[in-house]
């Protein structure tokens, strides 16, 4: 069946620096979503991206989906401690209903 | 926040019990899913009804079953607990099955 997986696991970085996660889906997706999900919290939409090659940004936040809408990434720039979280993407293929999650990235931030 | 609200907030059962979750959609949504999240994973899709019909379903045995009411709310039933479905379940609403998707707080289930 599909699978989605995203890289790193985890990271732990100091307030200021920047933070990237990696998302791969082994077929093709029609969109791609992103989530946040604090600890003890449920997931929290940040964006849907359906355009090959697409670009987003929310402030400090950038996503992006690859060119064969296979991939797609979220960077944030200048981390915050507000932005501790386990960051989920979430495929979806023309025709099917499910949203398949990612593995998600665990972001620390320390002050 | 979203207006999806899920009941109760949590739950503790024995094995071989059953259980019913609640799901109230946002309004104007007719869509809601069903998701299983075990402890550091991502979310599992476990169903999806549409209109008050099942319009897909993941790999979760028959005793996982679902309901959806004429104001699109939602039941969520386990039956024959085992100690592996102690999860975080989520429901997530949506105004078309292929629009974003807005989640509940959850009901956390433990099976002991």
């Known amino acids: 069946g599909q699978q989605v997986m995203q890289i790193p696991q985890y990271q732990h970085v100091q307030e200021g620096e920047d933070f990237t996660t990696y998302c791969n889906s082994s077929?093709?997706?029609?969109?791609i979503q992103w989530y946040k999900q604090r600890p003890g919290g449920h997931p929290v939409f940040l964006i849907q991206l359906v355009k090959s090659g697409e670009v987003k940004k929310q402030k400090r936040l950038t996503f992006q989906f690859g060119e064969a809408k296979k991939n797609s990434s979220l960077h944030i720039t200048a981390t915050q401690t507000t932005d501790v979280g386990t960051y989920f993407c979430a495929g979806q293929n023309t025709g099917f209903q499910k949203l398949v999650f990612g593995t998600g990235t665990r972001l620390l931030v320390s002050p | 926040e979203t207006g999806v609200t899920q009941s109760p907030t949590h739950l503790i059962k024995t094995r071989g019990q059953q259980v019913t979750l609640r799901c109230s959609s946002q309004s104007g949504h007719n869509t809601v899913s069903w998701y299983q999240q075990a402890l550091g994973q991502g979310p599992q899709f476990i169903f999806q009804?549409?209109?008050?019909?099942?319009?897909g379903r993941g790999n979760f045995p028959p005793r996982f079953s679902g309901l959806q009411f004429p104001n699109y709310s939602s039941e969520l039933n386990v039956n024959a607990l085992e100690l592996d479905d102690s999860a975080l379940y989520l429901c997530?609403?949506?105004?078309?099955?292929?629009?974003?998707?807005?989640f509940g707080p959850g009901t956390r289930l433990t099976v002991l």
């Open positions: 077929t093709t997706l029609s969109n």
């Open positions: 997530a609403t949506s105004m078309y099955y292929t629009d974003t998707q807005y």
């Open positions: 009804y549409y209109r008050e019909e099942e319009n």
